[in-house]
């Protein structure tokens, strides 16, 4: 994706991930890429280094995901934007698991296997993927909020890619809070609230 965003905007793009294979991975298609436990170290920047910081995936398996944000926020420009995407706790499909007594999607109890949702259906079982948070629109906002950024648009989009689930997610993402997906479109606000 980071390949892809470079080619097609010509823009300088540097990678962060927690692992070191993505990030030699990065590095042999020609990105800049640095490994970082974001919240639990400094990222390697500058303030104020990045007009655009995109986190596809990432919050909802952070240990301390309010010091990951102190960290984005200090390295984004002062008229920088965040893009952010992650699961959707209060998902239309969760409020109808959750009423059957079923464990809710994207959530897990254990590190070695996925229990309390053994539904071929939805796609799921086998390996946790290491959640550890999850936000529904609202305290996602409001997350938000607390940490210095102000949410100008927030998206739903589909966890599915094809199929009835595809469909179905669709409708749903007509009303964000639905959506299995969030997307946040948001910017550096001057103080953050827990300042």
Same mark, same amino acid.
């Given at each position: ?29 020609? !990105? ?19 007009? !655009? ?98 949410? !100008? ?14 469909? !179905? ?27």
């Amino acid at each position: 994706m980071s390949a892809a965003l470079q080619a097609q905007v010509h823009a300088r793009v540097t990678c962060v991930d927690v692992s070191q294979k993505a990030v030699e991975a990065c590095a042999r298609r020609g !990105l800049e890429a640095f490994r970082a436990q974001i919240g639990d170290e400094p990222l390697p920047f500058p303030d104020a280094t990045f007009d !655009l910081v995109w986190m596809t995936e990432v919050i909802e398996h952070l240990t301390r995901p309010d010091k990951a944000m102190e960290e984005v926020r200090r390295v984004l420009d002062p008229r920088g934007h965040l893009i952010l995407s992650t699961p959707n706790l209060a998902c239309l499909p969760n409020r109808f698991l959750l009423a059957v007594g079923v464990q809710p999607l994207f959530s897990e109890v254990s590190e070695d296997v996925v229990l309390g949702r053994r539904l071929s259906a939805l796609g799921q079982g086998g390996q946790p993927v290491g959640h550890l948070r999850l936000y529904t629109k609202r305290s996602l906002e409001e997350f938000l909020r607390l940490v210095g950024f102000e949410a !100008l648009r927030i998206k739903g989009v589909p966890f599915h890619q094809k199929g009835m689930w595809n469909r !179905l997610e669709g409708l749903a993402g007509a009303a964000p809070s639905l959506a299995m997906i969030l997307v946040v479109l948001a910017i550096k606000r001057e103080t953050a609230v827990n300042a």
